[in-house]
């Protein structure tokens, strides 16, 4: 089966029976007919808006967590897919946009020491860029690393990449 396309009936009864495949898959935001990664990252500011009021030890190891459960989760949907990275498996885009969004938990960042309504917006058009340009060496690592890690690992990158941007954005405004 190509990468490019959309999952079968079965296929999807399948990816939401397992829990591997349930999460891997967005909660069911990776089985949106068009765009699935734009709708990943849109359904990942739900459970940011809870996220955001861990302490940034907390945020971190949840992040780390979520990376190390969507390694194995992308895996095993992967496997049963036949496809390495369908594009159906959005929980990299979870974690991405996660890591898009650090830079608006830290109160010396921003702007009056709280986030603005628009900043979250920023940070996901920053990460949605980043995740679709695939500059160097997102789309190096895209092409070469294979099964659950290489499904995370381009979409973290554009995460880091993203905050970056998005936190020397809040370091210059007025």
């Known amino acids: 089966m190509s990468a490019k396309k959309t999952l079968g009936a079965e296929q999807r009864r399948a990816l939401l029976a397992t829990p591997a495949g349930w999460l891997a898959c967005g909660f069911g935001s990776g089985l949106a007919p068009v765009a699935q990664g734009t709708f990943g990252s849109l359904a990942a500011l739900l459970p940011w808006l809870l996220l955001r009021e861990l302490s940034l030890p907390l945020y971190l190891a949840v992040l780390l967590a979520g990376f190390g459960t969507g390694v194995w989760a992308c895996d095993v949907a992967g496997r049963a897919l036949g ?17 898009a969004l650090l830079p608006l938990l830290i109160p010396a960042l921003l702007p009056n020491g709280a986030a603005a309504w628009w900043m979250p917006a ?53």
Not at 83 to 99: A, K, N, P, T, Y
Not at 130 to 143: A, M, S
Not at 148 to 167: C, E, K, N, R, S
Request: aromatic residues 16%; contains cysteine; charged residues 20%.
């Open 122 to 174: 920023i940070g996901f058009v920053l990460f949605r860029l980043f995740d679709v340009w695939k500059p160097w060496p997102i789309r190096w690592l895209d092409r070469r690393v294979k099964g659950g890690m290489g499904v995370m690992i381009d979409d973290v990158l554009a995460g880091i990449f993203a905050a970056i941007v998005l936190a020397c954005g809040l370091h210059f405004l007025p």
């Open 83 to 99: 496809v390495d990275d369908h594009r159906s498996l959005v929980w990299d885009e979870f974690i991405g946009q996660w890591i």
